[in-house]
């Protein structure tokens, strides 16, 4: 699909050549060449941002380590409930208890983790939870209905993923999240097709399989359970639908 895609773009560049003036037709190749060149540019920014965010979390699993190695916390991922002064005044001074600060920084965090499996599709103003269904006539017989946000059909083995470094998505897959960010977009240069429970058409995901020419469906509620590993479904990003094979 995305071969394709560039075929039709050249194809469009060339044609556009052929009816411009020779004055404008230079223009627009140098335009065009640009474009090209240049692109990838766009991620030059999130690329210097995230790798603050890595050696940031780099310093702070090492510093992680030391106080489970001297005994002041249980587990490494508990310094992210911290404060980054609470974690400066515990490595000024050993004598601060910074497994009473993670009970005190994480009791809210703990007590909703408690309640919500993840974040819902949708809360209205005053916080209650919106539960909608996607209404579908004549709904085939072993298929669930979504909403269609990437164009095109692909059949793959499932593939259900928590977070983008659970497990590997080989060639062919059909990648299953509850939602996805810039840090899923590697997984979909090998899935076949995306499902995915929460995001509209200008979700990441959504942009992203676009982009790559991968049929998607989102509004599949609770995919984490409603699918498995290795199952074969088809993906049908012209209606929004998926469906089971047997």
């Avoid at 965010?53 to 249980?74: G, P, Q, W």
């Avoid at 409930?81 to 005044?89: K, M, P, T």
């Avoid at 309640?115 to 939870?129: C, L, M």
Wanted: proline share 4%; net charge neutral.
């Amino acid at each position: 699909m995305q071969i394709a895609r560039v075929k039709a773009r050249e194809a469009a560049f060339e044609r556009l050549t052929e009816i411009l003036s020779p004055r404008k037709a230079k223009k627009l190749a140098k335009i065009y060449q640009s474009e090209i060149k240049f692109s990838g540019m766009r991620e030059l920014f999130k690329e210097h941002i995230t790798q603050v965010y890595h050696r940031t979390r780099k310093k702070l699993i090492h510093l992680a380590e030391s106080f489970v190695a001297a005994d002041r916390m249980d587990q490494i991922e508990q310094i992210f409930e911290l404060h980054i002064a609470d974690v400066d005044r515990a490595c000024a001074d050993a004598s601060v208890d910074v497994r009473a600060l993670v009970e005190e920084r994480g009791r809210n965090y703990r007590k909703l983790k408690a309640h919500v499996r993840h974040f819902p599709q949708a809360i209205d103003s005053r916080g209650r939870i919106m539960r909608g269904k996607i209404e579908y006539h004549d709904l085939p017989e072993g298929s669930l209905a979504g909403a269609a946000i990437s164009p095109g059909v692909a059949t793959g083995p499932v593939k259900v993923l928590n977070d983008p470094f659970e497990k590997e998505v080989e060639p062919g897959d059909v990648l299953v999240a509850v939602t996805t960010d810039p840090g899923w977009t590697p997984l979909f240069i090998n899935a076949a097709a995306v499902i995915l429970e929460i995001g509209g058409e200008l979700q990441h995901g959504a942009l992203v399989a676009r982009e790559y020419g991968k049929p998607c469906v989102s509004g599949i509620p609770d995919v984490t359970t409603a699918f498995s590993d290795g199952q074969m479904v088809e993906v049908d990003g012209n209606k929004g639908l998926v469906r089971f094979i047997d």
